[in-house]
């Protein structure tokens, strides 16, 4: 299975992930850590939020303003955002 093939899947099943899970789902998928180099995994996620066929919601929360974070969704997912 391809980095993009697990990322894909475990997106998918799991009807969006945070960021920091998504990696390790994705690990447990591929079973190999050199298979998963930082560098090709981020540029993969970029151009699969790019092509449209996951989407990439950014926040922070006040206690982290600094840091933000990432939940991924798949293709077509309708967002609603309400206070």
């Known amino acids: 299975m391809t980095t ?3 990322i894909l899947q475990v997106i998918n099943s799991h009807n969006g992930i945070k ?6 789902k994705v690990l447990e998928l591929v079973h190999c850590e050199l ?35 990432s939940f991924y969704l798949p293709k077509n997912a309708q967002i609603s955002i309400s206070k």
């Open 35 to 69: 298979y998963l180099k930082k560098e090709n995994y981020n540029e993969i996620l970029d151009k699969l939020v790019e092509s449209g066929e996951i989407t990439e919601i950014e926040y922070s929360v006040p206690s982290m303003n600094y840091r933000i974070k």
């Open 4 to 6: 993009q093939e697990a």
């Open 19 to 24: 960021g920091t899970e998504l990696v390790m």
